[in-house]
Structures are given as C-alpha cells and as structure tokens.
C-alpha cells in the first residue's frame, strides 16, 4: 500500500521560506512510472479548487506552476524516499492545505495533507 505523510511547520512568518516534506513509504520516488507532485488548496478562494505547484520525476527532474515558479523548489533525497517543498518569500496568501500527491494516469494517492498559516 502507498502511503505519503507530510511533515512541516504549521505556522510560518511573512517573507520566510516555508519548508515541507513528503515521506514516501510502499514506492519509491525514484519510480519510472509515476511523478511525485505538490498540490495546495486555500482556504481563502475556495473556489480557485485545487493548485498544482509543482512536480519531480525519476530522475529528479522539476517542472513548477509558471504563476509560482520564482519562488518554487522542489528537491529530494532518495536514501530517505522522501521529497519537498520550498516556497520562498511567502505571504498570508500562501495560507493553504498542502499535499503531496502521486500522479500515475491520474493523482491516485495522496498525502492528508498539512495545514499552513503565514501570519506574524
């Protein structure tokens, strides 16, 4: 069974880099097959759904929502199955739910996903 767990802090400073890590466990992310993906939904525009942020392939490839790419990373350590998040420079806008997702033909397992507020 795939699992995928995040981890991270659930409050976070303007201006900050917000730092979050998806645990991987019954995959790897070193898989040909799938994308590992990051995936938020605000709390503040519901109806803007979900945000796809970005994406790291087998080969640690990266690929980022163009309208977030400035402030973006994704990276991974493979010893640890595990890849994250950075989001640079972030404001009470980025407040959202964030998951890690796995995308085969469609986005078949997700994280809980992890709550972060950006708040003074």
């Known amino acids: 069974q795939v699992q995928l767990q995040e981890s991270g802090p659930g409050l976070v400073k303007p201006s900050q880099t917000l730092t979050l890590t998806c645990t991987v466990s019954?995959?790897?992310?070193?898989?040909?097959?799938?994308?590992w993906n990051w995936i938020r939904q605000s709390p503040e525009s519901p109806g803007k759904g979900l945000e796809w942020?970005?994406?790291?392939?087998?080969?640690?490839?990266?690929y980022y929502n163009p309208f977030l790419k400035s402030r973006t990373s994704i990276s991974r350590d493979t010893s640890k199955n595990q890849f994250s998040l950075q989001l640079a420079a972030v404001t009470p806008e980025d407040t959202a739910v964030y998951y890690c997702?796995?995308?085969?033909?469609?986005?078949?397992?997700w994280g809980q996903g992890t709550q972060v507020t950006v708040s003074s």
């Open positions: 997702a796995r995308e085969g033909e469609r986005y078949d397992y």
């Open positions: 019954g995959d790897s992310i070193t898989s040909t097959y799938v994308t």
């Open positions: 942020m970005g994406v790291i392939t087998y080969d640690g490839s990266t």
